[in-house]
């Protein structure tokens, strides 16, 4: 079946610091993939996606990129903000099909 | 524009009570999903919808039951509480395309 590998957390970094959590993914075919984002005491939001291998996903800074031949979505950001302290989950959907597999999350916390 | 919403934000149950939590979006979206959040687990899918009248069983559904009358609304009915249910709900609807999910804020439900 379908899985998706994140990145253990929590993690914690200084304020303009590079980010980078990585994902990897199991699934048949060519899947679409996703970064959801989950800020303090609210729901999921969609942060980035991408189609179809080498798309490059971005969004608010934020960037990912399809990578078919290593399996693998990770999420990178040049300069993260206090702002940025989330959960971040990386989830992947068969192709023309919206049920979501998601990775266990990873909490990022930004200190100033 | 709501969006997603869900009601209740919180609630405290005792073992075999039976509850409803329901959802609803305005964006005339077919799909529609419940997810539960546990620590250490990411978004597990429950139930989900593909259109009015039509549900279907996703990776966790034991214990919960689900019906889709109109497009907007998509409850979640738990018949006989338990501990083990005690978690945090998502319910979801999908973009026309089906290539994005809109997430509500979720309801945290407590089985004692």
């Known amino acids: 079946g379908n899985s998706v590998t994140q990145m253990e957390g929590p993690v914690t970094l200084s304020e303009e610091a590079f980010l980078t959590i990585n994902c990897t993914y199991t699934?048949?075919?060519?899947?679409?993939l996703f970064w959801y984002v989950q800020y303090p005491g609210e729901g999921l939001q969609l942060l980035l996606k991408a189609t179809k291998a080498d798309d490059k996903g971005s969004n608010k800074g934020f960037e990912a990129t399809y990578r078919k031949e290593t399996t693998s979505f990770h999420l990178e950001k040049g300069s993260v903000q206090v702002s940025d302290s989330a959960v971040y989950f990386c989830a992947l959907a068969p192709f023309g099909n919206e049920k979501l597999t998601f990775g266990t999350g990873t909490r990022l916390t930004i200190i100033p | 524009n709501a969006g997603v919403t869900q009601t209740p934000k919180f609630q405290v149950l005792k073992t075999g009570q039976s509850m409803t939590l329901q959802c609803a979006q305005d964006m005339n979206h077919e799909y529609m999903s419940w997810y539960r959040q546990d620590p250490g687990m990411g978004l597990r899918l429950i139930h989900y919808?593909?259109?009015?009248?039509?549900?279907d069983q996703g990776e966790v559904p034991n214990g919960y039951n689900v019906s889709r009358s109109t497009t907007e609304d998509f409850p979640l009915r738990l018949l006989s509480a338990a501990p083990s249910q005690t978690s945090v709900y998502f319910c979801a609807s999908s973009t026309p395309r089906r290539d994005t999910q809109y997430f509500g804020p979720g309801t945290r439900l407590t089985v004692l």
């Open positions: 699934a048949t075919g060519y899947p679409s």
């Open positions: 919808s593909v259109g009015a009248g039509i549900t």
